[in-house]
């Protein structure tokens, strides 16, 4: 770790995009650094897709480069990011609808038949957790985008509901209330992908 | 909606023992009774615990190169959004605007005048020009008209204010290099610095990745 990099480990987000307010270009790289991963997994669940969830990413900084003024510190920085990288993502899931109506013989991702076994995956733990998944990912694509944000905020980058509320915009019980459907729904489609399974495996056999 | 649905209903928020101690009672005690329903509880735990085991996705090993061609190819095409800190990208209308009334102001003013050399309509762009160059963002639309200018026309706008933007400009455009430049001697992007900093440059960047 070099010398800056140690610095700027220790600074908060808000100290760092102060300071690359204030023309520190270093700020910028820890803060890419500190929420490049984060968002990239986010944006993944999100869109099921890696090209498209890296380049969402990769907008995301681009818009925090550009308007880094936009930025008061009335928000944590966090929930800016998010809400950046949240609209991205459901722009992106707009624009592949759009394609999906315009070209119908272009399958879309959630279409796509899932390779229940990974080759790279040896052990039976291994093949079970790559089956699971793949099984619950197909449920999150399932869920619609309000939905889908909720569930992955909360269980998947484990926001706190305060936080979520305001990336949403909308109030604290809401979000509360969101998110216990979305788990709902998401259970529901799970025990539903779950029998289809269970079907296609006893019709193989 | 019968017993059970309704009690499925709070699976997830007797995990988090988020009910009312009175409905978290109800709850267990139907539980004790319905085999469904525990299986059904059961299974909200698991996905609970399932999502937060979902392995963490990570940016690919080139994520920084391909931003920091992005950056560089939009700091160097977009010189209108490199005024310095201070002077937001909202201002750059307004400052065309006051360009504007001091054209207007200039052509009104020789009218006035000079009412016999009263400029025509190619005589105006040219002023049009003229006034706007230097301001950034219109040379381009001004250069066409410029061929067609006949005769030399007096700049109504203040050189002041034309000066003040183009250095402005300037000062803003050198700092950013300066910047980058010392950036990509010390930092942890992975970039080389080659000044092929275009469109190509992020192509070949994101070709090596997919
Ligand atoms: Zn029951």
Redesign the interface.
Known sequence: M?L??QKTAELSDEELIHRF?D?D??AF?AI??RY??QL??FA??FLNN??E??DV??ET??RI??NK?AYREIAKFSTWVYTIAGNLAKTELRKRKRRKYLYLSDMGYDDKEYEIVDPSANTEKEVE?VF??KI??RAIDELPPRFRQV?LLV??Q?LPYEEVSKIMRVPLGTVKSRV?RA??K??AK??DIMEREKKNQTARS | MNLCDRM??N???YHEKALEPSMAARVQEHLDQCETCRNHFQ??LL??K???????????PD??A??RA??RT?TYRKPL?SFP?GV?VWQVPAYAGLALIFVALGAVLQRNWNPSVMPSLTDRSAVVQTASQPAAGAAPFAAGRASIRRAPVKNYVDPGTVANMSQWAQQSKK?TQT??AR?DE????QMSRTPNTDRSLVREVRQVR?
Not at chain 2, 186 to 189: G, K, L, N
Request: hydrophobic share 35%.
């Open positions: 070099s800056k990099e307010q023309g270009i270093y790289d890419v650094n490049k991963d990239l997994n993944y669940r890696p090209e969830a890296e990413v990769q900084f681009l480069f550009r003024h957790s699971q998944e619950i990912q569930i269980e998947i484990e216990n788990r709902q998401l259970q799970l025990s | 499925k209903k699976a997830f928020l299974q909200a996905l609970k399932a999502l937060k085991e979902l392995p963490r996705r990570r940016t690919s994520f920084n391909v931003l992005r950056l939009e959004f800190a937001g700092r910047t980058l950036y010390d930092s942890t992007w997919f």
